[in-house]
């Protein structure tokens, strides 16, 4: 079966740090990766998707990356974060090619300082 | 994508049938409707998905107007286990994305 890591569950940065979240599934090969983040009380907001390596596609203009290095990684990156970068940030991932049935990570919840 | 309305907060008593409604009169033929649930601090949870027939799996049970222009998610036998956010999305077939708007918040009240 199908599982999906986030690491790590929570992180408390300063403002102006570096930020690096890592997200990889287990059990599928070529899925959609996903990066979305949800704010305190406010709804999900997709970051990022990516349909293969290197392939990655941005839906919010913010001071977040994303890279996948390898099938079944995904990283969320910053240089210098802001205190609105706070919030949950959701990995998911979904059969390639679907995209409908998106099966999520636990989640890291971030507070920047 | 189309636009879905859903009710801001509904709520039931445990053991008896909730049925959740979402509007998305602006479907167009080649779009779904999916139904998503988050339960407080946790990711969204996949429930089910239809295009025009009504869709039946072990979480629910979802059934779509003739026009398609709402739909109506079941559960059957709510749980507390059930209170969760609820979203109704609707999603071209070929699309890669979900757009997840505000949800209901459903209560199973003990």
């Not at chain 1, 390596?53 to 969320?76: H, K, M």
């Amino acid at each position: 079966s199908q599982t999906i890591h986030q690491w790590p569950a929570t992180l408390v940065q300063p403002v102006g740090s570096p930020l690096s979240l890592e997200c990889t599934v287990e059990g599928t090969s070529n899925p959609n990766l996903y990066w979305y983040r949800q704010a305190a009380g406010r709804g999900l907001q997709l970051l990022f998707y990516s349909v293969g390596i290197g392939q990655i596609s941005s839906e919010v203009p913010q001071n977040l990356s994303a890279s996948r290095p390898q099938d079944r990684q995904f990283i969320l990156s910053s240089k210098k974060l802001l205190l609105s970068d706070s919030g949950f940030y959701l990995c998911a991932w979904s059969v390639s090619r679907t995209g409908g049935e998106q099966y999520f990570g636990p989640g890291t919840r971030l507070t920047v300082t | 994508d189309a636009k879905t309305t859903q009710p801001t907060s509904m709520d039931c008593a445990e053991g008896r049938a909730a049925n959740l409604p979402c509007n998305h009169s602006t479907i167009s033929g080649n779009e779904y409707v999916y139904w998503y649930r988050q339960i407080h601090s946790q990711g969204p949870q996949y429930i089910i998905h239809g295009l025009k027939n009504n869709e039946t799996n072990e979480m629910a049970s979802l059934i779509i107007t003739e026009d398609r222009k709402s739909s109506t998610l079941i559960l059957p036998h709510a749980t507390l286990r059930d209170t969760a956010v609820y979203y109704c999305i609707v999603r071209h077939y070929a699309g890669n994305m979900l757009t997840f708007g505000g949800g209901t918040r459903f209560i199973v009240k003990p």
